[in-house]
């Protein structure tokens, strides 16, 4: 696969983030000079954070692009860490989107499998992402929310149809000075944007690289 096409998503404010700092990550990355010297077709966007804006959003993008690798970034502004997601979990939780609306069905896919798992070498991310200095971790949860609901379209997507090859997501906390509400003392410190934009790119740098074994 010489030359990859490659969606990068982020996401918008939500209650408790008004300032959603994945979507400016997403944007950041997919324009980034290091990513655009390996040639990749790199297209950015940012979802809303609603649950209907999330799938009509993704299968459009899905369709119109016709992505070879999902990079999926989301904000987890409980830890200070960065966590590469393993799988995404059929279900809807029990809090409202961004309209104030949930579904009524409590599965994002009724009949659909549980889980579905990554479609990414995500040891090599946690790697790829420690190489800028930053705390990464694997997560076998990616939440009851909007995160993982896009993430479970795009691997159902995948599944049904096999493409995109590669699906990842990454959790991302807080950068430091914009963490809201009361501060927290943290025996790991939550890195700064521009650390969070490295990893990101090392992580994107290793999936465009996988996608061409």
Partial sequence: M???KVLVAGFGPFPGAPRNPSGELARNIA????????GAKIVGIVI?????EVFSTLSRALKTERPDIVLLFGLAGGTPWMQIETRAANIIGIHP???AEKPSDRSLIPGGMP???ARAPAQRL???ARKASVTARLSADAGRYICNAAFFHALHSAQKTGAPKLVAFVHIPSPR???PGKR???KIAPPSFAALQRAGEEVLLTLIAAARD
């Fill in 2 to 4: 010489p030359t990859p």
């Fill in 31 to 38: 324009h980034s000079k290091r990513a655009a010297r390996t």
């Fill in 48 to 52: 809303p954070t609603v649950y209907k």
């Fill in 97 to 99: 989107d961004a309209a």
């Fill in 115 to 117: 889980f579905l798992n």
């Fill in 126 to 128: 946690v790697a790829a």
């Fill in 177 to 179: 000075g914009r963490r």
């Fill in 184 to 186: 927290r003392t943290r």
